[in-house]
């Protein structure tokens, strides 16, 4: 059985600055009324048996009024964003965009650290649709937050 990679500093510090960036104002109310709870790399159960650890997710309190406990989670998150990586780019862009398609996760974010992108889906009745693609030297309204993002801070700018 092989190890796991470890995330490379890419990875990780894309996934740190997001987390920054939407804690503190979110956690408690920015955006929506209750706030969000966001977590990083918790186990949620979509399906019987059907585990996906998300790079972040988030709940609204709104709907989650209780913070979410034990593993796996078996409350559907309104938000997920994955960080790409070559190991993998390929899990997050097919089996896990499905998964959460199939979930009606309504909100999912691909951010991909050697393109320094950021893709925003937003779930409708026909499945994902892509809100927005935005480069590194964009800023972006990015949903579900109301916050204009600059998309180079995920990256160390």
Not at 55 to 71: A, I, K, Q, S, Y
Not at 85 to 106: H, V
Request: charged share 25%.
């Amino acid at each position: 059985m092989s190890t796991p990679r470890a995330p490379s500093f890419e990875h990780g510090d894309a996934q740190s600055s997001l987390a920054a960036l939407l804690k503190p104002p979110f956690q408690r109310g920015r955006g929506r009324p209750g706030g969000w709870r966001i977590a990083t790399g918790v186990e949620v159960e979509l399906e019987t048996h059907e585990v996906y650890r998300p790079d972040l997710v988030g709940w609204l309190r709104t709907r989650v009024p209780e913070r979410p406990r034990g593993r796996p989670i078996r409350v559907r998150p309104d938000w997920v964003a994955e960080i790409l990586s070559l190991t993998n780019a390929e899990t997050d862009l097919g089996k896990k965009l499905f998964a959460y398609q199939r979930a009606t996760i309504p909100h999912y974010w691909i951010i991909d650290p050697e393109h320094e992108t950021l893709t925003v889906y937003r779930w409708t009745s026909e499945g994902y649709v892509v809100h927005v693609t935005a480069g590194k030297h964009e800023s972006v309204l990015a949903p579900p937050f109301d916050l204009e993002l600059q998309v180079a801070q995920l990256f160390g700018d």
